[in-house]
């Protein structure tokens, strides 16, 4: 299994609080993924990174920031968090585009 | 952007069946992944394809690029093979990520 963890796995917080969850590999590859979901909509992509400093948004990005200071580490922060950001994110990494994603265990998210 | 389909959206067989799981894709590809998820569980790669067709044990994927269209193949289902499988299409260059079919919840009946 490629080395992918994220933290926390579960988080029950109030609408308004930020929130981070980090996504964390060992595994050196380049790119790196945020995607959230939902029952009735699948996965979809929020931010992903190319590299180091180098991210881009998705689908859907509002309310949703990243940063990326270290190839291992990729941050996802809800400045101020909403029951509709309610959810299970999951991070993916792949080494180069269009090869095959590895994702990590989940993150489910619970905004009061 | 590219719209995908799956069909079944649910899928009830009994075991030893031969199961086909349909996934349609709007635009042009440079790639297609089977994925799998359990209930409760991680996501799990089980096939990238562009052509043709892959084989691992009981699984078998084809993918034909002119008509926009992959099948997931399962012989011999088992009970252990109840999971949600998901399609997702690579469009361009792939960097930006994957765009994923809603799932068929797939349940094997002993």
């Known amino acids: 299994d490629a080395g992918i963890t994220q933290s926390p796995r579960h988080k029950v917080t109030e609408t308004g609080t930020p929130v981070t969850l980090r996504c964390h590999q060992t595994?050196?590859?380049?790119?790196m993924y945020w995607y959230r979901q939902d029952p009735g909509h699948g996965l979809r992509l929020i931010h992903y990174?190319?590299?180091?400093?180098?991210?881009d948004k998705g689908e859907v990005s509002d309310g949703y920031s990243v940063s990326r200071s270290k190839t291992e580490d990729f941050l996802l922060t809800l400045e101020s968090a909403t029951s509709s950001q309610t959810s299970v994110y999951f991070c993916?990494?792949?080494?180069?585009?269009?090869?095959?994603?590895?994702f990590g265990p989940g993150t489910r998210l619970l905004v009061l | 952007k590219n719209e995908v389909e799956q069909s079944p959206q649910n899928l009830t067989a009994q075991e030893g069946e031969f199961i086909t799981i349909n996934c349609s894709y709007s635009v042009g590809i440079s790639a297609l992944h089977w994925l799998q998820q359990h209930p409760g569980g991680g996501i799990v790669s089980l096939f990238m394809?562009?052509?043709g067709k892959k084989k691992h044990g009981r699984l078998i994927a084809t993918i034909n690029i002119q008509e926009k269209h992959s099948s997931l193949h399962i012989t011999a289902s088992h009970p252990r093979d109840s999971a949600v499988y998901i399609c997702?299409?690579?469009?361009?260059?792939?960097?930006?990520?994957?765009?994923f079919g809603k799932g068929t919840h797939l349940i094997i009946q002993p």
């Open positions: 394809l562009s052509s």
């Open positions: 595994e050196n590859h380049r790119y």
């Open positions: 990174s190319y590299g180091v400093k180098d991210t």
């Open positions: 993916a990494i792949t080494p180069g585009q269009g090869e095959t994603q590895y």
């Open positions: 997702a299409v690579i469009t361009g260059g792939g960097a930006d990520g994957l765009t």
